[in-house]
C-alpha cells in the first residue's frame, strides 16, 4: 500500500468496506478521492461504489457506475477494471432478470480476461456463467463453467472463492444424482475447513440435501435448522433462506408431519426474497397431495411455470392426482409432460452423468409411470387406487380405544381402520361407501371424533328421505314465506354444521337441482337460504355416504362428474358383514349387552344358534342383526339363546352343520389376548414394592439423569403402541409439541422401531 500511495490505500478501504457489509462506509473513501486524477485506484474505489449501490438493489445507479468505469477503463488501458465492470455489468443484468444480456457480458469478460492474461477475473467470469447457465438447467454447461472456475482458484490459491466453487459443484453433482462425487467433495470441503461465515449455512444445506437423499431424515433435519439458524442470525446470504425452509417443508412431509411442513411453507413464501414462483406453487401442490386433497391440487398445479426444473415435477404431480382422481388418460398426458422435461433437462450432460440424472429415484418414477399406464396398468404395482389398496391385515389394539363404536376385528374392516387414522385429522373430503346397514353412519362419526372439529356440532342429513324441496330446505334452510307453511325462518344442515361437520348420507339420491346447489357450496363455501338473497358463509367439513354406484351412475349422466370428483377425495370402502363373520360374535355381544343394560336381563349365544347366524346370508348387515338380537332378546326364557330361540323371530335362519358348529364354538371359547406390557417387568405391588422397584432401577439405569431417560423412552414407547405409531396423537396423549416429540423419535432407533411395528 506505502508503493502504492494514499489513493491506492483509499481504494482498498473502499472495497474492505464493503467486504465487511459496510457500504455506507464507501462512500467516505470516494469523498476522500474525488478531484484526484483518473487512475486505477480511482476505479477501484468506484467499482467498489458500485457493488454497493447492487448490493442495496439500486441497479440504475449501479449500472451507471460500472458503465463509467468500463469506458474509462479502456481509455486508460487498465484491462483489469475493464474485465471487472463487464462481470459488474453482467451482474446487473442478472438481477434484473435479463439472463441473455448478462450471458453476453459474462462472455465478453471472459474473452477479455483471456486476451488480458487476467487469471482472477478469468475465474470470476467463469463462476457467473456456470450460475447462470445452472439456472437455467443447461447443466452441460454449467458443470463445465463450474471446473474451470474452480481449477482457477486452486491454481490462483483462492481459498475462500475456491470452496464456494466446490459448494456450488456439489449442489449440481447432487441434483444430477451423483452423490458418490458430492461425497468426494465434502471431503475436500472439510479438509480445507471453512473460510467465510457465509461457506457454513450452504454446507449445511448441501450435508442435509445429502442425508435426504440417503434417508437419512434425522441428520437431514438437523442440518437444515442449523443453516436456517445461521441464515436468520445474518451469516450469509438470505438468497437461500427461502430455499432450505421448502427442503425443510419436503423433509416434514416424508415423516408425516404435515403441520410442521405447512408452517415451513409459509415461512418460505414470507422470506425475503421468497423461493422461486415455481418452487412455492410445488410445494403447495405437495401439502395438498399429502392431505388428500387432489382437486385442490390440480388446481394449484395448473398455472404453468416458465422453470423447467420444477415444470416437470409439477406435471408428475398433476399426474399423480388425475389418476388418484381415476382420470387414466389425463394422468399419463400429465406423465408425458414430465418425461419430456426431464429427457430435456439431460441434453448435453456427458453419458454417465445422464444415467445417474435418469437413475435417480424421482426421476426415475416418472418414466415408470408414464409406461405403466401406456401399458393399461395401474400407476403402482397395486391393483387398485392407493386409497382402497389393502393394508396389513393385522388389528391394532388401539383401533378400539379410538374407535369405540366400530366393533371388530376382522381383516375386512382393518383397511377402515388404516383409512381413518390416515384422513380423520384432515380436512379431506371422504367418500364413505358400503352397502345398507354395513355402518356408514359410524365411520362419518369416528372421522368427526377424531378430528380437530370434535368440538363442534356433527350434523347428519338422509337425503333419501326428503323430496328434493324439502331437502333444499333442509340443507340450506329458508326464509319465512319462502314457499306454503314457510311461516319461519329456518337455518339449514349447513349453518347448523358452521365449524364442525356435515354428514349426508345417501348422496346418491338427491336431485339434479339439489347437486348444482351441492355443488356451488363444496367449490365456493357460500349458498342463499331457500326464498332469500342474501350469500352466508360456511365452513363445515362434509363427509358423505352412499349404497349407489356413483360411477355408473356418472356414465348414466344421472349424477354430475363434476359434484363426482369433488366428493370423492378419499373414499372408504365399509365391507358388508358376509365378509366379516369373524366379527359376529363380537357384535352379538355389544348387542346383548345394550339389551342388558336397558332390562338387566344378561343373555349370552350358544353355539348352535351362533353357527346358524354365520351361515346366513345377511342382506341387511349389521342393521339386520341388530334387529335380529332386539327380537330374541324379547322371546328368549333363559340366559342363554338357543338355536330353536331364532324362530321366534319370525326369520328362517338355516339349522347349523358340523363345520360351523365346531367354528361357532372355537369363536365362542376364544378370548382376546392381555396386552403385551410396557417395559417388559413385573410392577410393583405395593409401596415398599414400588420403592425398591425404583430403586433398582435407578441403579441400573447409573445415575438420575439417565434414569429420567429410561422413563421418557418408556413413556414414549407407551403412547406411541396406544396411538397405533401415529406422532400426533401420542403427542397430545403426552402433552408434548409434536416437533420435540417426532425429533426424539427420530434420534432413538429403538422408538423408531416402536412406532413402525405400532403403524403395521
Known amino acids: 500500500l506505502a508503493a502504492g500511495g494514499p489513493r491506492a490505500t483509499l481504494a482498498v478501504g473502499a472495497e474492505a468496506a464493503f467486504r465487511r457489509g459496510e457500504p455506507g462506509e464507501v462512500e467516505g473513501y470516494i469523498e476522500a478521492l474525488r478531484g484526484a486524477p483518473l487512475d486505477g485506484a480511482w476505479l477501484e474505489a468506484r467499482n467498489a461504489l458500485g457493488k454497493a449501490r447492487l448490493y442495496r438493489e439500486r441497479l440504475d445507479e449501479a449500472e451507471a457506475i460500472f458503465e463509467a468505469n468500463l469506458s474509462e477503463a479502456r481509455a486508460l488501458g487498465e484491462p483489469i477494471h475493464e474485465g471487472r465492470a463487464l462481470i459488474n455489468l453482467g451482474i446487473v443484468h442478472l438481477q434484473r432478470g435479463d439472463p441473455r444480456q448478462a450471458r453476453d457480458l459474462f462472455e465478453a469478460a471472459r474473452a477479455q480476461s483471456i486476451a488480458a492474461h487476467t487469471p482472477h477475473n478469468q475465474a470470476i467470469a467463469e463462476a457467473n456463467l456456470a450460475v447462470l447457465h445452472q439456472r437455467a438447467q443447461r447443466y452441460g454447461q454449467a458443470l463445465f463453467h463450474h471446473h474451470h472456475a474452480a481449477a482457477a482458484f486452486r491454481r490462483l490459491g483462492q481459498r475462500a472463492n475456491f470452496i464456494t466453487s466446490i459448494l456450488n459443484l456439489a449442489d449440481l453433482y447432487l441434483l444430477l444424482g451423483d452423490t458418490a462425487r458430492v461425497g468426494r467433495l465434502v471431503e475436500i470441503i472439510d479438509e480445507l475447513g471453512e473460510a467465510a461465515p457465509h461457506v457454513r449455512p450452504q454446507r449445511l444445506a448441501l450435508q442435509g440435501d445429502l442425508a435426504q437423499r440417503r434417508g437419512d431424515h434425522a441428520q437431514a433435519r438437523g442440518c437444515y435448522a442449523e443453516a436456517i439458524e445461521h441464515l436468520q442470525a445474518g451469516s450469509g446470504s438470505n438468497q437461500r433462506l427461502g430455499r432450505l425452509l421448502l427442503s425443510q417443508a419436503e423433509l416434514a412431509l416424508k415423516i408425516g408431519a404435515l403441520e410442521e411442513a405447512e408452517a415451513a411453507v409459509a415461512a418460505a413464501a414470507a422470506a425475503d426474497p421468497p423461493p422461486s414462483a415455481g418452487a412455492l406453487q410445488r410445494a403447495r401442490v405437495s401439502l395438498a397431495l399429502a392431505r388428500g386433497h387432489h382437486q385442490e391440487a390440480l388446481a394449484l398445479a395448473s398455472p404453468p411455470v416458465t422453470d423447467a426444473a420444477e415444470a416437470w415435477r409439477l406435471a408428475a404431480q398433476m399426474g399423480d392426482a388425475c389418476w388418484r382422481l381415476g382420470r387414466r388418460g389425463e394422468a399419463l398426458h400429465h406423465f408425458e409432460a414430465a418425461a419430456r422435461g426431464l429427457n430435456q433437462l ?17 426421476h426415475a418414477e416418472v418414466f415408470q409411470a408414464r409406461a405403466r399406464l401406456e401399458a393399461g396398468l395401474p400407476l403402482r404395482p397395486e391393483a387398485r387406487a392407493p386409497e382402497a389398496r389393502a393394508p396389513a391385515k393385522r388389528f391394532n389394539p388401539a383401533w378400539a380405544h379410538r374407535y369405540p363404536a366400530l366393533i371388530g376385528q376382522a381383516p375386512a374392516l382393518i383397511p377402515v381402520f388404516h383409512a381413518l387414522d390416515r384422513v380423520a385429522g384432515s380436512e379431506s373430503m371422504v367418500l364413505i361407501r358400503g352397502e345398507s346397514g354395513t355402518g356408514k353412519e359410524l365411520v362419518a362419526s369416528a372421522l368427526h371424533q377424531n378430528s380437530p372439529r370434535a368440538h363442534k356440532p356433527f350434523v347428519r342429513v338422509n337425503c333419501a328421505a326428503f323430496v328434493e324441496e324439502l331437502l333444499l330446505s333442509e340443507l340450506f334452510g329458508h326464509e319465512q314465506g319462502a314457499f306454503t307453511g314457510a311461516h319461519t325462518l329456518k337455518r339449514g344442515r349447513f ?8 354428514f349426508l348420507d345417501e348422496i346418491g339420491d338427491i336431485s339434479a337441482k339439489t347437486q348444482v346447489a351441492l355443488l356451488r357450496v363444496l367449490q365456493e363455501g357460500v349458498f342463499e337460504r331457500v326464498g332469500g338473497e342474501v350469500s352466508l358463509r360456511v365452513n363445515a367439513r362434509v363427509l358423505c355416504a352412499t349404497h349407489r354406484d356413483l360411477e355408473q351412475m356418472v356414465r348414466e349422466g344421472a349424477f354430475r362428474q363434476d359434484l363426482y370428483y369433488r366428493l370423492r377425495g378419499v373414499i372408504i370402502e365399509v365391507p358388508p358383514l358376509r365378509a366379516r363373520l369373524a366379527d359376529l360374535p363380537s357384535l352379538v355381544q355389544h348387542f346383548l349387552a345394550q339389551r342388558v343394560e336397558a332390562e338387566a336381563k344378561p343373555l349370552r349365544l350358544s353355539a348352535s344358534a351362533l353357527a346358524s347366524l354365520s351361515l346366513h346370508p345377511w342382506p341387511g348387515n349389521i342393521r339386520e342383526l341388530e334387529n335380529v338380537i332386539r327380537n330374541v332378546a324379547l322371546f328368549a326364557d333363559g340366559p342363554v339363546v338357543e338355536y330353536a330361540d331364532l324362530a321366534l323371530t319370525g326369520e328362517r335362519f338355516p339349522p347349523p352343520d358340523e363345520v360351523s358348529l ?31 422397584w425404583l430403586g433398582a432401577r435407578l441403579n441400573a439405569a447409573g445415575g438420575l439423569p439417565q434414569f429420567k431417560k429410561m422413563i421418557e423412552i418408556e413413556v414414549i414407547a407407551m403412547a406411541l403402541r396406544a396411538e397405533g405409531g401415529s406422532i400426533t396423537r401420542a403427542a397430545a396423549r403426552l402433552g408434548m409439541k409434536r416437533p420435540r416429540l417426532s425429533q426424539i423419535i427420530l434420534k432413538d432407533p429403538t422408538l423408531t422401531r416402536i412406532k413402525q411395528e405400532a403403524q403395521s
Open 346 to 362: 439431460a441434453t448435453g450432460l456427458p453419458p454417465t452423468l445422464k444415467r445417474a440424472f435418469m437413475s435417480v429415484v424421482e
Open 495 to 502: 349453518e347448523l354444521a358452521d365449524g364442525g361437520t356435515l
Open 662 to 692: 365346531m367354528r361357532a364354538a372355537e369363536q365362542l371359547t376364544e378370548s382376546p389376548a392381555p396386552p403385551p406390557p410396557v417395559v417388559g417387568e413385573v410392577a410393583p405391588q405395593s409401596p415398599l414394592d414400588e420403592a425398591a
